[in-house]
């Protein structure tokens, strides 16, 4: 039997649209218990450095009323590493941040950073965290995860989104070929970063993947049609590619 994919709902965005006008409204903590209603299995929020969107409030608030695991993204700093024990989610999905970056550009040197990744993976997992590293589906940055010990790698499809033809189809491959060997060394593999109703289907059908992660199409979406449609139609176009 084929292992069900897991959904990962990103509701940065919300609180990006919150954020424009100020106040409280829309309300991220509201989109998620939506997106739990509509099928999703997680909610993943990125607490970047310079509070762009998600808040330490939202944070909070997300901790103490899900009922759905939360999947905390994370730079590899002090700050960040502090708010993550402190509060305890389910995940921690350490990935690269920038300031002038619109959004997360690529995958984590995770052979380039190895000594520094290290004791953040350590002090988390040690707090029964479960470690994520978001990077390039590369033979490479596979490699420097199993050295780190991490229990799940989160690949960027985001050069998937964006190719076109056989180029497109040549990242397909290395993101098959890198799950495959995410598994084969005991890691889980998810994927996430610029997918959509149009090209989520090959990648969903990806046996060895176990979560995808999709945030900004959904609240796009959501727009025309609702937040819990958007949800519900992402869960059941990626069951049905599965």
Known sequence: MTRPLRLGVNIDHVATIRNARGGSHPDPLRAAQAAAAAGADGITA??????????????????????????????????????ALAHGPHAACIVPEKRE???????????????????????LAARDIRVSLFIEPDPLQIEAAIHLRVPVVEFHTGRYAHLEGEARAEELRRIAEGAALAVKNGIEPHAGHGL?????????????????????????????????????????TMDQAR
């Open 101 to 123: 970056e619109r959004t997360t550009e690529g995958g984590l040197d995770a052979a380039g950073g190895h000594n520094h990744l290290a004791p953040f993976v350590s002090e």
């Open 196 to 236: 959509s109703f149009d090209n989520v289907g090959p990648i969903a059908a990806i046996p060895q993947l176990f979560e995808l992660n999709i945030g900004h199409f959904l609240v796009g979406e959501a727009i025309f049609t609702g937040f819990e449609a958007s949800v519900r139609r992402m869960r059941e």
């Open 46 to 83: 990125h607490l970047r450095e310079d509070r762009r969107h998600i808040t330490d409030d939202d944070i909070d608030r997300l901790i103490e009323a899900l009922e759905i695991p939360l999947n905390l993204e994370m730079a590899a700093t002090d700050e960040m590493l502090a708010i």
